[in-house]
Nanobody, 127 residues
Framework: QVQLVESGGGLVQAGGSLRLSCAAS????????MCWFRQAPGKEREFVAA????????YYTYSVKGRFSISRDNAKNMVYLQMNSLKPEDTAVYYC????????????????????WGQGTQVTVSS
């Protein structure tokens, strides 16, 4: 069982930065692939970024490449999403999710494959 709690959201002007954090419980956190999804009002949930459990592989949706960076600290049971050059279209509730992965380098980009989700943190980017 894994519990996830996101933090770090808020209101920021376009061009600004935020760092989201996801705190995970569970002794086997280091064996979980992690990701960030987001959902804007009236839109479907969207994949943002994923990271393998050894941190060696990452994957991003095209719209955030070069602006967002996902990382993890397995010793602290934490996953982060550094968001730079934020745009109004990045406004959404951001969720972290976890799934046990068979390989250290596995990245999972499909939401349906994730077993555990946090409650979300709101990010609002003003123009």
């Amino acid at each position: 069982q894994v519990q996830l709690v996101e933090s770090g959201g808020g209101l920021v002007q376009a061009g600004g930065s935020l760092r989201l954090s996801c705190a995970a419980s569970g002794r086997t956190f280091s064996r979980y692939a992690m990701c960030w999804f987001r959902q804007a009002p009236g839109k479907e949930r969207e994949f943002v970024a994923a990271i393998s459990w050894n941190g060696g592989r990452t994957y991003y949706t095209y719209s955030v490449k070069g602006r967002f960076s996902i990382s993890r600290d397995n010793a602290k049971n934490m996953v982060y999403l550094q968001m730079n050059s934020l745009k109004p279209e990045d406004t959404a509730v951001y969720y972290c999710a976890a799934v046990q992965a068979p390989f250290a380098t596995s990245v999972v980009v499909t939401g349906a494959e994730y077993d555990y989700w946090g409650q979300g943190t709101q990010v609002t980017v003003s123009s």
